[in-house]
């Protein structure tokens, strides 16, 4: 059964360091989507992506995020000067078919770390 | 440092019996509505979803309910097993289609 994957599992920065989340979503899927969880909190939308652009962000995604799809099956969030309240769960996810946020599917998380 | 979050809402149930989860959501222009299963260390699995022009629908085990006019959402598990042990949460999205998930509930299943 196709899933979304990511890498890394667990990645571990220094606070002001650059890091880059990446997502390998469903193949034929075209919606792809960014995620976070803080410890113990509430799963919070980032970003959507779909046709090469951005279709919605939320108040999260500000200017030290970024996403992009750098090639025919990776999807990346980066994180240009990490904080400490950046210290979360990251989940990508994806959708295929014509309706955005019809049935996402999510990969297993990165657990993201800023010390 | 201790990070504080919150506490989620438990239901404990015997193995055999059905669950009830239920979820208040905010917005009444949301149209769409979606539970979703997160078993511990993993992502969030969909599991039903359904719209507003609807008030029931149902799936393998699972059934959700949707009552528009006190905005309620509820998530009905039948047979509930050991596997079903997991934080369940709904999320609900209007016509921006951003998602808002609800804080969860942890379903402990015993056996």
């Known amino acids: 059964e196709p899933e979304v994957t990511q890498t890394p599992s667990h990645q571990v920065t220094q606070m002001g360091q650059e890091v880059i989340l990446r997502c390998v979503p469903i193949?034929?899927?075209?919606?792809f989507y960014w995620y976070r969880q803080i410890l113990g909190q509430k799963v919070e939308f980032l970003v959507s992506f779909y046709n090469n652009e951005i279709s919605e962000k939320s108040e999260i995604f500000d200017d030290q995020f970024s996403v992009e799809r750098p090639d025919g099956s990776n999807f990346t969030l980066k994180i240009r000067s990490t904080k400490l309240e950046d210290s979360a769960m990251y989940f990508c996810?994806?959708?295929?078919?014509?309706?955005?946020?019809?049935?996402?599917?999510f990969g297993p998380g990165t657990r993201l770390t800023v010390l | 440092g201790e990070s504080v979050g919150l506490h989620l809402p438990t239901l404990s149930v015997q193995e055999g019996d059905n669950s009830i989860i239920n979820c208040a959501y905010s917005?009444?222009?949301?149209?769409?509505f979606i539970w979703y299963k997160q078993e511990s260390g993993k992502g969030p699995q969909f599991i039903i979803d359904i719209r507003s022009n609807m008030d029931k629908r149902q799936g393998q085990r699972v059934t959700v309910l949707l009552n528009k006019t006190v905005k309620h959402l509820s998530l009905q598990i039948a047979a509930t097993q050991p596997g079903d042990s997991a934080v369940y949460f709904c999320?609900?999205?209007?016509?921006?289609?951003?998602?808002?998930f609800g804080r969860g509930t942890s379903l402990i299943v015993h056996p």
């Open positions: 996810a994806s959708s295929g078919g014509s309706i955005p946020y019809n049935e996402q599917f």
């Open positions: 999320a609900e999205s209007g016509g921006s289609y951003i998602p808002t």
């Open positions: 193949s034929n899927h075209l919606y």
């Open positions: 917005n009444s222009a949301s149209d769409y």
